[in-house]
């Protein structure tokens, strides 16, 4: 055999081979794809779980505020001299503590 040949012949073993390659890495980055694809789905239905159940907890928030406030106003108009009074003792007594001096 000569060089030439020699070398034609190692040439195509290597393309031979680094086909062979190619086709396995095609393989197993599609294999790859797979198992991330499905790692990251898990992760991704979970994260999509807790916004729905995040949205539901806000609304219910929401609402309970809503129907608090509500009720909080009508006991203000049904007798607003007591939260008056109330509201003027509390600000008197935080207005004390802040205005002492303390050594």
């Given at each position: ?5 020699h070398?034609r ?5 290597i ?12 393989e ?15 992760i991704?239905e979970a994260m999509?779980?807790g ?7 806000i609304?219910q ?11 909080v ?9 007591v ?21």
């Amino acid at each position: 055999m000569t060089t030439e040949t020699h070398i034609r012949t190692s040439n195509a073993k290597i393309s031979e081979a680094l086909e062979l390659l190619n086709e396995a890495a095609k393989e197993k980055r599609d294999e790859l794809k797979g198992i991330i694809g499905n790692r990251y789905a898990h992760i991704q239905e979970a994260m999509a779980a807790g916004v729905e159940q995040g949205k539901e907890a806000i609304a219910q928030g929401r609402d309970k505020v809503i129907e608090i406030a509500s009720d909080v106003d009508k006991r203000v108009h049904k007798d607003p001299w007591v939260y008056i009074a109330g509201t003027a003792a509390a600000s008197l007594l935080l207005g004390y503590l802040m205005g002492s001096k303390r050594k």
